[in-house]
């Protein structure tokens, strides 16, 4: 089975930290996704990866950035965390495209 | 914006068949349809995808309309575990994977 592991289930931060939320997958996979996810918005798509060192924009990648350095881990990165960021985060890897989205259990980031 | 339309919530007795709809009349001929669904509190769990064709496995079933504009989903004997919010989602060509809000499925007792 496919391990997406995201490296904590809840997180506390204040206001105007520097913040890593890290995703690992086991699979080898080459793509891989952050969303976030609020309550009456659904999930929305930050960044994406197609593969090592690639990133792409998505839906709502203001105040966010990524790092893909190795295949198996992408980490989201809050320059400076504000409370608007208090959200659960999602990552997700996939394989070739048209194959299904594996997720991890996500981080509740609480900003104070 | 995501490219699917599904109904907010839908009932459905345990035990009976669950069919929840998506509309998806923008698709295009090369994305193929998926569903997750997302039980509280975990990320969302992978459920099927198809192109063109109906497709089943151990958990569900999925129908594609000949003109690929909508599919269902069927839960063939619903029980309380598949309490779950239902994503329907279209692969778009530049590798997006856009989620709507889905359809929260309450299975009644």
């Not at chain 1, 881990?73 to 960021?85: G, V």
């Amino acid at each position: 089975d496919v391990k997406v592991t995201q490296s904590s289930r809840y997180l506390v931060k204040r206001t105007g930290e520097k913040v890593f939320l890290e995703c690992v997958q086991d699979m080898d996979h080459e793509n891989m996704f952050w969303y976030r996810q609020d309550p009456g918005l659904g999930l929305r798509l930050i960044y994406f990866s197609y593969d090592v060192k690639m990133k792409e924009k998505g839906d709502i990648p203001e105040g966010y950035s990524v790092s893909r350095e190795k295949k198996e881990r992408f980490s989201l990165i809050l320059e400076s965390a504000s409370t608007n960021q208090t959200s659960m985060y999602l990552c997700a890897s996939r394989t070739l495209r048209n194959s299904p989205l594996h997720f991890g259990n996500g981080t509740r980031l609480t900003v104070t | 914006d995501a490219k699917t339309t599904q109904p907010p919530s839908m009932d459905c007795a345990e035990g009976r068949a669950a069919n929840l709809p998506c509309n998806h009349s923008t698709i295009s001929g090369n994305e193929y349809v998926y569903w997750y669904r997302q039980i509280h509190s975990q990320g969302p769990q992978y459920i099927i995808h198809g192109l063109k064709n109906n497709e089943t496995n151990e958990m569900a079933s999925l129908i594609i309309t000949e003109d690929r504009k909508s599919s269902t989903l069927i839960l063939p004997h619903a029980t309380l575990r598949d309490t779950a919010v239902y994503y329907c989602i279209v692969s778009n060509r530049d590798d997006k994977i856009i989620f709507g809000k889905g359809t929260r499925l309450h299975i009644l007792p």
